[in-house]
C-alpha cells in the first residue's frame, strides 16, 4: 500500500520568515517518483518538483528547496523568507512502478498562510 | 503551461441527474486522468486513460464512468448524481517526454442539490 501523510494542516508565519512543509511517504517499492503540487487561492494545481527514487540529491529552486531522505521516507519541502505569494495549499505526492506510475497518492496538503 | 481545458467549469445539478464532465487537451499526450478534491482528504484517483478506449479504475471509481473515443477528450460521467458526489474534479494529463509528471486542469466544481 502506498501512503502519503503530510501531518502540518495549517501553518502561518510572516512575510520573510522561513517554513518547511513536511512530507512522508511509505511504499513497498524499490522505484517510486515524489511529487510537489502548489494550490494557490484561485484553485489550480501547479507542478513544482518531481525527484525519483534513486537520486537523493537536495534540490534547490529560487527560494524553494527539497529535502529527500530515504532513511526517513521524507521528502520536505523549504521556502526561504516567505512572501505573501507563497500563501496557497501545497500537495505532496507518490507514484510507483508497480501501479506503472500512472496512479498519484496525493497527501491532505497543508495550508501555508503567509502574512505581510 | 499544458493545455487542458476542463467544461463546465462550474455546475449545480439535483440528485438523479446524469453529469458529464469534459477534458479537452491539446498536447497530444497518452495520459488523462480523472481526480476529485475533498476537504481532509487531498486528491483522489476516480479513473484514467492510457489510450484511446483503454481505461482503468482508481481509488474512488464507484458512481462514475469515463470514455475516451479521441486522444484530446475524457469524459467523466455520473450517471445518477448524488450529494457525496459534489466536489471539485481535476483533469490531468501525461505523457511526452515526461510520462510521470501529470498536469492539471482549472477544475470544476460541482454541486449537487
Known amino acids: 500500500a502506498q501512503k502519503v501523510t503530510q501531518v502540518q494542516t495549517e501553518i502561518s508565519v510572516v512575510e520573510k520568515e522561513d517554513v518547511t512543509l513536511d512530507c512522508v511517504y511509505e511504499?513497498?517499492?524499490?522505484?517510486?517518483?515524489l511529487f510537489w503540487y502548489k494550490q494557490p487561492p484561485s484553485g489550480e494545481l501547479v507542478f513544482l518538483i518531481r525527484?525519483?527514487?534513486?537520486?537523493?540529491q537536495n534540490e534547490i529552486s529560487g527560494r524553494y528547496s527539497w529535502n529527500f531522505q530515504k532513511s526517513t521516507s521524507s521528502f520536505n519541502f523549504t521556502i526561504t523568507a516567505s512572501q505573501v505569494v507563497d500563501s496557497a495549499v501545497y500537495f505532496c505526492?507518490?507514484?510507483?512502478?508497480?501501479?506503472?506510475?500512472?496512479?498519484?497518492?496525493f497527501g491532505t496538503g497543508t495550508r501555508l498562510l503567509v502574512s505581510p | 503551461d499544458a493545455g487542458i481545458t476542463q467544461s463546465p467549469r462550474h455546475k449545480v445539478t439535483e440528485t438523479g441527474t446524469p453529469v458529464t464532465l469534459r477534458c479537452h487537451q491539446t498536447?497530444?499526450?497518452?495520459?488523462m486522468y480523472w481526480y476529485r478534491q475533498d476537504p481532509g482528504h487531498g486528491l483522489r484517483l476516480i479513473h484514467y486513460?492510457?489510450?484511446?478506449?483503454?481505461?482503468d479504475k482508481g481509488e474512488v471509481s464507484d458512481g462514475y464512468s469515463v470514455s475516451r473515443s479521441k486522444t484530446e477528450d475524457f469524459l467523466l460521467t455520473l450517471e445518477s448524481a448524488t450529494s457525496s458526489q459534489t466536489s471539485v474534479y481535476f483533469c490531468a494529463i501525461a505523457g511526452g517526454r515526461s510520462q510521470e509528471t501529470q498536469y492539471f486542469g482549472p477544475g470544476t466544481r460541482l454541486l449537487v442539490l
Open positions: 525527484r525519483n527514487s534513486f537520486d537523493e
Open positions: 486513460s492510457y489510450g484511446v478506449k483503454d481505461t
Open positions: 505526492a507518490l507514484s510507483s512502478a508497480n501501479t506503472g506510475f500512472q496512479k498519484l497518492v
Open positions: 498536447e497530444n499526450h497518452r495520459y
Open positions: 511504499t513497498r517499492d524499490t522505484t517510486y517518483y
